[in-house]
Nanobody, 121 residues
């Protein structure tokens, strides 16, 4: 029900914009978030947006990444600027009914399949 796109390979300092489209069961009343996972490590929350549009970021991406949402189309975005090699990971979008988003993956019901981001030095 969630489909990510926009991943790819980029050099350090570059930018990418990820998109996450909903195909049912996820509405503007849901909170949403972006997570990422490096092989062998736990999945971490990096950016969230409440159903009213309030945003929150992990310290590792604050000031470089921007989360936003098109409520009419229920599309979630993640603008990633000043990318670093340590940003290399599989990126996932997630959603759950409710108002206030969290950075905990178990608070989310709906997940996308992921899109790979690779940043080279």
């Amino acid at each position: 029900q969630l489909v990510e796109s926009g991943g790819g390979s980029v050099q350090a300092g570059g930018s990418l914009r990820l998109s996450c489209a909903s195909y049912g069961h996820v509405y503007s009343s849901h909170y949403m978030g972006w997570f990422r996972q490096v092989l062998g490590k736990e999945r971490e929350g990096i950016a969230t947006i409440d159903s009213d549009g309030s945003t929150n970021y992990a310290d590792s991406v604050k000031g470089r990444f921007t989360i936003s949402k098109d409520n009419a189309e229920v599309i979630l975005y993640l603008q990633m600027d000043s990318l670093k090699p340590e940003d290399t990971a599989m990126y996932y979008c997630a959603a759950n009914w409710g108002r206030y988003a969290t950075m905990r993956e178990y608070d989310y019901t709906y997940w996308g399949q992921g899109t790979q981001v690779t940043v080279s030095s």
